[in-house]
């Protein structure tokens, strides 16, 4: 989906695998965004999926004390005992999931977990069925696995929800995934239990589908949102989801490229096949630094979560009073995913008539200084999603900005 940067040069071309994928449009938008602010324009960067606070400091020490200790060298493949056990005692704490610890997988990042399971399962036009809008990379990994993703526009009327109806129609002989994610990237939408049970009674009903469900934003949720992962809401479909978490997003540890997942034994073993043959292992102070994170205190996770919410209404409620844009008042994650609907068909000062989405996220970066990403990018239009994850302060700045170059469109 993410077709920005196809990649040329002179006697070059890249394997069809990856032909039709770009580098992520998000990445494509910051380096634009950065680039103008090295010419000195004061952008405001919206569009980074990662929290603004600082890794904790039992956490950085963990990892200090790793490397004094000589933590420094391979690891077991698929993640230390020490750390799936603290991965096998936090599934079992904060989601009633009991995983054994050769049914844990640790990688480099969610994102390699999530690698890792579609290299290991799919069959060049096996189906994945994603619900939009999604984060970026599910289609671009199914993609590269040479899987074939099925998109289900699923708007704001629902929620951003799939329905078990949608479910049933895109199922075939051939799928072998569906991928949830809740809450979302890029929608901040939650599936409550209720909102699970029609879904996971259809994956019943089709026992060849494989249930993969992202929960990385488990912990930043809202309003007493209940949060809850299929495999413990439906223990007969345990043994075909892979629950998939990691540390970037709760312990603001993105740099530290630590994610795990749960699952069957048998598809943690074919995906610690792919891991042995890529990148042998994830870091080992990493890890050492995620036993601590999953092992520590956890009560700084409410405060910042605290600190989210009221971002996230100071910035719903500013884009609901401009005129043409709509939002939603997402359930977690730190992010809005808006509609600009009404933005489109609008004429900028210039003379230029906003046709789509992107057109319209253009038209804030260059008149309002402030980089947000459109819905398009994520699989759905006509959308754009702002991050959140800053300061109050900044916000309220970009928002004003947002607003003012708004109201210069004219119809
Ligand atoms: N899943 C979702 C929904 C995400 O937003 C991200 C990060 N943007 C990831 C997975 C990957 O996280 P990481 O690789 O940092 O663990």
């Known amino acids: 989906m993410t077709v920005m940067n196809k990649i040329e040069g002179a006697g070059f071309a890249p394997a069809s695998r990856i032909s039709a994928i770009g580098v992520s449009e998000i990445l494509a938008i910051g380096a634009r965004a950065q680039a103008m602010k090295r010419e000195g324009k004061p952008v405001i960067i919206l569009g980074a999926g990662e929290p603004d606070f600082d890794t904790p400091d039992h956490v950085k020490q963990a990892a200090s004390d790793a490397m004094q200790r000589g933590e420094t060298k391979y690891t077991a493949l698929d993640g230390t005992p020490a750390l799936k056990a603290a991965i ?28 890792n399971a579609m290299m290991a ?29 099925v998109l289900i526009a699923c708007d704001a009327e629902a929620g951003f929800r799939l329905t078990a109806e949608q479910l049933e129609q895109a199922i075939t002989p051939k799928t072998r995934w569906v991928m949830l994610n809740s809450p979302s990237n890029p929608s901040g939408a939650a599936y409550s239990a ?13 026992p060849h589908v494989w249930l993969l469900v992202d929960d990385m934003y488990e912990h930043i949720v809202y309003d007493g949102f209940d949060f809850v992962t299929p495999a413990a809401l439906e223990p007969r479909l345990k043994d075909r989801t892979l629950t998939v978490n990691g540390v970037s997003k709760a312990y603001a540890m993105t740099g530290w490229r ?4 749960g699952g069957p034994k048998a598809l943690i073993k074919a995906m610690a096949v792919v891991q042995s043959q890529s990148t042998s292992c994830p870091s080992s102070v990493s890890q050492a630094a995620a036993v601590a994170a999953l092992s520590g205190p956890q009560g700084f996770i409410a405060e910042r979560r605290d600190s989210f919410k009221a971002r996230r209404d100071l910035v719903v409620a500013a884009l609901n009073e401009i005129d043409g844009i709509d939002c939603r008042v997402p359930e977690g994650a730190f992010y809005t995913f808006a509609s600009c609907a009404g933005m489109i068909g609008r004429i900028t000062p210039s003379g230029e008539r906003i046709a789509s989405d992107r057109d319209f996220t253009n038209y804030l970066l260059r008149e309002a200084l402030v ?9 759905l239009s006509p959308y754009f999603r702002i991050s959140y994850a800053t300061s109050q302060a900044e916000l309220q700045e970009a928002l004003s900005r947002i607003a003012a170059a708004c109201a210069k469109l004219g119809a």
């Open 194 to 206: 209720e909102h699970y049970r029609p879904l996971l009674d259809v994956l019943l009903r089709h």
């Open 371 to 379: 980089a947000v990403v459109p819905g398009s990018a994520f699989g």
């Open 258 to 261: 630590i994610g795990y997942a």
């Open 121 to 149: 399962t799919l069959n060049p036009g096996d189906e994945v069925i994603i619900p939009t809008p999604y984060w970026t990379s599910y289609s671009d990994i199914v993609e590269i696995a040479e899987g074939r993703p």
């Open 88 to 115: 096998r005692d936090k599934f079992q704490r904060e989601n009633g999931l009991s995983y054994e610890l050769d049914e844990i997988t640790v990688a480099t990042g969610a994102k390699q977990v999530l690698f």
